[in-house]
Nanobody, 124 residues
């Protein structure tokens, strides 16, 4: 059973930065695509970024967020900068245990393993 665990969320002021981490227990992530999603209250869960050998970003975060992976630590990160109140959401990492991000990588139905989420609140 693949278990994903997110961490690093918190309260940050507009313009600030955070780094989210996605780690696994008992499984090696280094060969699989991993995506980050977010869900704001009352909204659908939306894809933010995905990484395999290249990276993909939603237009709303392009230039502000960076996805990366550390294979030695078996972790995937989401570096978030220039945060805006609209970035407030629960952030989830997900994988489908496949080496490539799906063509429709922003479709949550393409992933079958999810973490429990970490809250990010951007507010002054």
């Amino acid at each position: 059973q693949v278990q994903l665990v997110e961490s690093g969320g918190g309260l940050v002021q507009p313009g600030g930065s955070l780094r989210l981490s996605c780690a696994t227990s008992g499984y090696t992530l280094r060969y699989d695509a991993v995506a980050w999603f977010r869900q704001a209250p009352g909204k659908e869960r939306e894809g933010v970024s995905c990484v395999d050998t290249i990276t993909f970003y939603a237009d709303s975060v392009k230039g502000r967020f960076t996805i990366s992976r550390d294979n030695q630590k078996n972790a995937v990160y989401l570096h978030m900068a220039s945060l805006e109140p609209e970035d407030t959401a629960v952030y989830y990492c997900a994988t489908n245990l496949y080496p490539r991000c799906p063509t429709a990588w922003r479709n949550k139905g393409n992933y079958n393993h999810w973490g429990q989420g970490t809250q990010v609140t951007v507010s002054s």
